[in-house]
T-cell receptor
Framework: ETGVTQTPRHLVMGMTNKKSLKCEQH?????MYWYKQSAKKPLELMFV???????ENNSVPSRFSPECPNSSHLFLHLHTLQPEDSALYLC??????????????FGSGTRLTVV | QKEVEQNSGPLSVPEGAIASLNCTYS??????FFWYRQYSGKSPELIMF????GDKEDGRFTAQLNKASQYVSLLIRDSQPSDSATYLC????????????FGKGTKLSVKP
């Protein structure tokens, strides 16, 4: 496996369900990010982790709960979501402090539909 | 207010023409500027980055930066139908170590 891998690719969940999105990077990076991409809106930065520590929470509702057990893995735990949370959720990684120079590498994303 | 503005398009150009994509940003402290390409249903892919005022060329792509005007652009020469995609402008926010903030993207359509 190379690059940034996200699973599942597609997810349909009810508003009362609990599910998790997984991201794994094989690039030796130590910063990881969650972005949300909705139709007709720019990518929205949700969470940032550097060396497993959360360094940014961009006012994300508590129904989204991130977890970063190590520099290679990132999870987004979902519960009691709303239909407006339906979107493409993208994971990205970069070298700490160097993402601003070399950009981020994105995974393929999870297309989430809340019904 | 963090703002990265792009014309959403669609921008339609004939095959072989030059496509010009523009982006403005509101943070004077932004240090690094990126262009990503996103095909429909796919994730963003980095195609260019630029840090200094002026032009940077890579194959058919040229990025142009004017920090005084807070403006960055991407030129695609000899446009091909395979260039049809949404192009996302991204800038660092909060100085040189900042996170990337994205514009909404410009949809480019290259007609054969």
């Amino acid at each position: 496996e190379t690059g940034v891998t996200q699973t599942p690719r597609h997810l349909v969940m009810g508003m009362t369900n609990k599910k998790s999105l997984k991201c794994e990077q094989h690039l030796g990076h130590n910063a990881m990010y969650w972005y949300k991409q909705s139709a007709k809106k720019p990518l929205e930065l949700m969470f940032v982790y550097n060396f497993k520590e959360q360094t940014e929470n961009n006012s994300v509702p508590s129904r989204f709960s991130p977890e970063c057990p190590n520099s290679s893995h990132l999870f987004l735990h979902l519960h009691t979501l709303q239909p407006e949370d339906s979107a493409l959720y993208l994971c990205a990684s970069s070298q700490d402090g160097q993402g601003a120079y070399y950009g981020y590498t994105f995974g393929s994303g999870t297309r989430l539909t809340v019904v | 207010q963090k703002e990265v503005e792009q014309n959403s398009g669609p921008l339609s150009v004939p095959e072989g023409a030059i496509a010009s994509l523009n982006c403005t940003y509101s943070d004077r402290g932004s240090q690094s500027f990126f262009w990503y390409r996103q095909y429909s249903g796919k994730s963003p892919e980095l195609i260019m980055f630029i840090y200094s005022n002026g032009d940077k060329e890579d194959g058919r792509f040229t990025a142009q930066l004017n920090k005084a005007s807070q403006y960055v652009s991407l030129l695609i020469r000899d446009s091909q139908p395979s260039d049809s995609a949404t192009y996302l402008c991204a800038v660092t926010w909060g100085g040189s170590q900042g996170n990337l903030i994205f514009g909404k993207g410009t949809k480019l359509s290259v007609k054969p």
